[in-house]
C-alpha cells in the first residue's frame, strides 16, 4: 500500500469512511502540516524523528521535539502545527474495529490511557527507544504491499507491540519523575476532559463546577487563575472547535449542523460563530 499524505488521508477518509484498508502508514513533513482542525476515526501513532512540531487534541496543546511518539484517540479534534523548524514523521492510523478481531476483550485499547489522557499523549525518547520504534514502523511499511495470506495478522501483532512498548516508556519515564501536585492544573485538566465529553448538551459553567463538586466561584477563579480564560471562554473555544470539524464536512448543511450542536436555530449559530471567528458559517465552509 502506498503511503498516503497525512492531509490527504484526512481528505479521503471524509469521502468514504469505510473506504480502504484499516491501516495507513502516512509520512508528515513541513508542507503536510493540517491546515485546520479535523477528526478521524483512526486511532493515530506519531513517530517524530527530525525537528519539533505542536500538536493540539481538543483543548490541550503539546509540543513535541524529536525524537518521540505521540498518540490520539480518534474522537479527539486534532491539528499540527509548524513550530518553524524543518520536521520529519511518520504516522500510522489504524481502525479499531479491524484491530480488535480475534480479541475477546472489546475494550482491550481503553486499558492504553496514553490516547486520551492528558499529559500523556507526547513522550520524549531516548536513541535506543527512537531505534525501537522506527524498527516497528520500518515493518509494517515493508508489509504494506505483502499479499501473504497472514499479513493483517502480522500488521496487528505489530501495532501491539508498539502500544505495548508505549506503555513501558510510559511507566518507565513515571517512576522516574518526583510526584508533584498543582491542584490548579490539576482542576483545569479535568475541567477540559469533561468539557469534551459534555459541552454540546451543557454550556453552564455551573454543571461543570458541580460534576467537580466545586462551588462556582471557587471553580470559576481556579480556571481563570490558571489559565488566563474565563470557563465560559474555554465552552465556546470547544464550541468552536467541534464547528470548525463539521463546516468542513460538505455533505451536512449549516442548519443541520446548528441543530446538532444544540442551537436554537442557525442564526444564532452564526452569529455566535461570526462573532467569535470573525467569518459566518457560510464563508468559512466556502
Not at 38 to 51: E, F, K, N, P, V
Amino acid at each position: 500500500m502506498k503511503p498516503i499524505p497525512y492531509i490527504e488521508y484526512t481528505r479521503l477518509e471524509s469521502k468514504d469512511q469505510h473506504a480502504g484498508q484499516w491501516y495507513y502508514m502516512s509520512h508528515l513533513a513541513n508542507a503536510c502540516a493540517s491546515a485546520d482542525y479535523h477528526r478521524t476515526s483512526a486511532y493515530a501513532i506519531c513517530l517524530l524523528s527530525q525537528g519539533s512540531l505542536q500538536l493540539e487534541s481538543d483543548l490541550f496543546v503539546h509540543k513535541a521535539h524529536a525524537p518521540a511518539i505521540f498518540t490520539i484517540a480518534p474522537s479527539a479534534i486534532r491539528k499540527f502545527q509548524d513550530l518553524g523548524i524543518n520536521y520529519e514523521a511518520r504516522i500510522l492510523f489504524f481502525r479499531k474495529e479491524i484491530f480488535l478481531e480475534g480479541q475477546t476483550d472489546i475494550n482491550y485499547l481503553d486499558k492504553f490511557d496514553f490516547f486520551e489522557k492528558s499529559g500523556q499523549q507526547v513522550i520524549a525518547l531516548n536513541a535506543k527507544q527512537f531505534q525501537q520504534f522506527l524498527s516497528y514502523f520500518d515493518l509494517i511499511h515493508e508489509k504494506t504491499n505483502d499479499t501473504a495470506p497472514h499479513t493483517t495478522a502480522i500488521i496487528r501483532s505489530l501495532i501491539n507491540i508498539i502500544l505495548n512498548e508505549i506503555e513501558d516508556v510510559h511507566q518507565n519515564q513515571e517512576a522516574r519523575q518526583p510526584v508533584t501536585t498543582d491542584k490548579s492544573a490539576h482542576i483545569l485538566s479535568r475541567f477540559k476532559m469533561l468539557l469534551s465529553k459534555h459541552f454540546i448538551e451543557e454550556r453552564q459553567v455551573s454543571f461543570y463546577a458541580e460534576k467537580m463538586h466545586l462551588t462556582l466561584k471557587y471553580f470559576s477563579s481556579i480556571i481563570k487563575d490558571a489559565s488566563g480564560k474565563t470557563a465560559g471562554a474555554w465552552i465556546n473555544e470547544m464550541l468552536l472547535l467541534e464547528s470548525k470539524v463539521r463546516l468542513q464536512d460538505k455533505s451536512q448543511s449549516i442548519a443541520q449542523i446548528a441543530y446538532d450542536l444544540n442551537f436554537s436555530d442557525p442564526s444564532h449559530f452564526g452569529k455566535f460563530f461570526k462573532k467569535h471567528t470573525g467569518a459566518s458559517p457560510l464563508e468559512y465552509k466556502s
